[in-house]
């Protein structure tokens, strides 16, 4: 079986029955009431549900909020994450005063900050903004670390015997060579800034997609809660797809 | 006319365990400006240290480099590398790297770079291939663009460290006769590192043999064979004399080196 | 020599850092109200420990955590192995795992309250949820990844697909599932913390959401430490595990 040869488009309609035959189930367990339909809904309620959301207009005005929260929370990674991870990957006493904290992040719960955040800087998109800062931006700062200590040391030699500048190289040897890393990173920054973003919009807030979920859930209206599922699932593969073809952009030159 | 001096040389490297690895020891040469020179010694004699401590990418323990009298105190535009590894940035076109050394001197405008990129593109044979990354190119045509970098900054003195040792036989073969053909249209002094004795000889106004670590010069030998040289000199008397005398002197170094390692087993 | 130097450099950055946090206050650069001092955080944990707080604490949300990560285990694998295993189904259900993968679970924490109950019902589900997962994805793509050169030679000394399994293809796929194991901890913690914190009576992060509420900032810290103390352990052992069935591979990856 597994030495069957497939074609390219055999992924593409294969993966779409997938789908389509995960809903069908989903569909007739509502219909044959093989669960409680209250509980799971079904796919045509959620298609209703997402419909009406979308009319009433808050929809784009959930929508809106995360994706701000979102892009503020990975820039900021990005612009403080990126500088860090260089910083740590060139010199080795920063990379071992830096290291235990950078673990320490990596490996904790980071929900756990959310009260301190509460507390410190007030409910609203401040504190979430803040949670998924902290998520990301530690992802962001090991991959550019290892970016950074990945380059091929005969790469920094050949430019040492130009006699290149420090600011040379810099720029046209280290960050170019550890840009595929800090894309990758960058792109899976961005899964675990979503991941931010929707707990503190679920813990408190009055917009955005995890407070939509959080609003319909405790009145269990389910089919508003996959709805919002629905909407946050385009929204992380969207942006990855996004990130994916950048990389593949920016990465033309690799085999 | 002195072009580069060697005196009394000696390089350690610290050791991880503690303790220092000599690597070359009481070195001296003398390279006279237009000279080809190439070294060859058993692999790990420190030939590669040796043409780093001339470009002055490597500090000498002691001992000093002068360059048309001048002491050695790091890289200078007199002087450029060919690596054995290409060192190729892989994110750039072969024009990018061609044009690598210029850019990073910072002396010309980016116009009259490429205009010089473009004449060595010219001097290599590698029109056509302006616009393709390293990856797109045969081992051969990436190490005409190493050549090509080095040759763009115009420096007096080439460094070639094995600049062939990743390719095939073949290629090998096509890019010593093309580097002489380069060679010969200016006459640069090149020290040229390689463990090829075929290549020593075919290449070299004067091969310097080297023994096994610590580094010291084993002995010189004058290649007095006419240039300019086709392939078909390899089979000349005068070049299978000095192939087989630089072959004995190595199978000594070798021989000794095994011996070494046997004793302290 | 170097890993001394690690380890002391990175201990006297933590030391600097507790040495400025504990100044802070009393040099007037903040109020004690808003971020304590770490004599006090370590003099609330004393306390926490001695009145079995963190214990009960700790037992409740480690029970949670543990039931739901063995049995992302005991399904991830094998199911990761069958889709890593037939090309067939892996490109049926691939993009469905993605879109899954892709979104973060802890934001179906309101519809697992209600399908499993408030508490230890719906942690044991969204540890699950979080860690089945990326131990699946990783298990197909270390099956698929293996060399088929190896399953060549296994089923040229006339080898049955069981024997493929055993002798190739799992040991095969251990470091990418090893990968998926270390992902899935991470996840599984958050979801912990994300269920007792949203709403539970009990467990670490209801203590955390508890302390937070009422802004008494010295516990707080002295919990999230607990918790960070906690993924820290996890995710070093984790890695000891790792070095430990990768040796004498020749990649080994943290």
């Known amino acids: 079986m597994s030495t069957l040869r497939y074609r390219r488009y055999d992924t593409v309609y294969l993966g779409a029955i997938g789908i389509i035959g995960a809903l069908l189930v989903w569909e007739l367990a509502a219909r044959l009431r093989l669960a409680d339909p209250v509980l799971i809904s079904s796919p045509m309620l959620v298609a209703g549900a997402l419909r009406g959301w979308a009319v009433s207009g808050a929809l784009w005005r959930d929508l809106g909020t995360t994706l701000y929260e979102l892009v503020i929370a990975i820039g900021a990674s990005a612009l403080v994450g990126i500088p860090l991870g260089v910083i740590m990957g060139w010199n080795r006493p920063a990379e071992y005063a830096l290291d235990p904290f950078i673990w320490l992040l990596y490996s904790t719960p980071l929900v756990s900050f959310w009260p301190l955040f509460i507390i410190w800087l007030g409910i609203g998109a401040n504190a979430i903004i803040a949670l998924a800062f902290l998520f990301s931006i530690v992802q962001i700062v090991i991959n550019t670390m290892v970016g950074v200590k990945g380059i091929d040391p005969v790469l920094v030699r050949c430019a040492r015997s130009f006699n290149a500048r420090a600011v040379d190289l810099f720029f046209k040897v280290t960050l170019p060579g550890a840009l595929p890393m800090i894309v990758a990173g960058l792109r899976l920054a961005l899964g675990r800034a979503l991941i931010g973003v929707i707990v503190g919009e679920l813990f408190s807030s009055n917009a955005g997609l995890g407070f939509h979920i959080s609003f319909y859930g405790t009145r269990l209206q389910f089919a508003d809660v996959f709805a919002g599922l629905f909407v946050i699932v385009i929204v992380g593969v969207g942006m990855s797809q996004a990130i994916r073809l950048l990389e593949s952009r920016l990465v033309r030159w690799k085999s | 006319m002195l072009h580069i001096e060697l005196k009394q040389i000696r390089v350690t490297f610290p050791q991880p365990e503690g303790g220092e690895l000599l690597a070359v020891d009481r070195f001296d040469l003398q390279v006279q400006r237009g000279e080809f020179v190439t070294i060859v010694g058993p692999s790990g004699c420190g030939k590669s240290t040796l043409l780093s401590v001339v470009d002055g990418l490597v500090r000498s323990s002691s001992g000093q480099v002068h360059v048309e009298g001048m002491l050695v105190t790091g890289p200078g535009p007199d002087r450029a590398l060919v690596f054995q590894e290409f060192a190729l940035l892989p994110w750039r076109t072969v024009e990018g790297n061609i044009g690598l050394g210029l850019e990073l001197q910072h002396k010309l405008s980016s116009r009259r770079i490429k205009e010089l990129v473009l004449h060595y593109i010219n001097m290599v044979g590698l029109q056509g291939f302006e616009r393709h990354y390293p990856y797109q190119l045969s081992g051969g045509m990436r190490q005409r663009v190493g050549i090509a970098r080095a040759l763009a900054v115009n420096p007096e003195i080439l460094l070639m460290d094995e600049p062939f040792a990743a390719l095939d036989a073949q290629t090998r073969e096509i890019m010593s006769v093309e580097l002489l053909r380069i060679w010969e249209q200016d006459k640069k002094t090149v020290l040229f590192i390689t463990h090829s004795i075929d290549e020593s000889v075919y290449l070299a106004d004067r091969v310097v043999v080297m023994s096994s670590r610590p580094g010291r010069v084993k002995e010189i030998i004058q290649v007095g064979l006419p240039r300019p040289r086709g392939l078909a000199i390899k089979d000349a008397p005068e070049f299978v004399r000095l192939r087989r005398h630089i072959w004995d002197l190595l199978e000594e170094e070798v021989r000794r080196q095994v011996d070494g390692k046997e004793d302290r087993a | ?254």
């Open chain 3, 1 to 254: 020599m170097k890993r001394w130097q690690r380890a002391w450099i990175g201990g006297l950055a933590v030391f600097a850092f507790l040495i400025l946090w504990e100044a802070a206050t009393p040099l007037g650069w903040v109020r004690v109200a808003g971020i304590s001092r770490p004599t006090l955080v370590g003099g609330a944990f004393v306390q926490l420990a001695a009145s079995g707080e963190i214990y009960d604490g700790l037992y409740i949300s480690l029970k949670g955590f543990f039931l739901g990560f063995v049995l992302a285990v005991v399904i991830g694998i094998p199911v990761g192995v069958v889709i890593g295993r037939y090309r067939f189904l892996s490109m049926l259900l691939d993009p469905l795992l993605m879109a899954i993968y892709n979104m973060p679970k802890v934001a179906m924490m309101p519809l697992l309250v209600v399908w499993f109950g408030v508490g230890f019902g719906a942690t044991v589900a969204v540890v699950l949820l979080g860690a089945v997962f990326p131990i699946l994805v990783n298990t197909a793509v270390g099956i698929r990844e293996v060399d088929p050169v190896w399953v060549r030679a296994v089923r040229s000394f006339g080898g049955s697909e069981w024997d493929v399994f055993k002798k190739v293809l799992l040991p095969g796929s251990v470091p990418p599932m090893m990968t998926g194991i270390r992902l899935g901890v991470g996840r599984g913690l958050l979801g912990v913390v994300v269920s007792e914190m949203y709403a539970s009576t009990e467990g670490i992060g209801h203590l955390i959401g508890l302390y937070g509420m009422s802004f008494r900032i010295t516990e707080l810290i002295a919990m999230v430490g607990v918790v960070s103390l906690l993924g820290f352990v996890f995710a070093d052992l984790i890695r000891r595990l790792e070095v430990w069935v990768s040796k004498g591979r020749a990649e080994v990856q943290w």
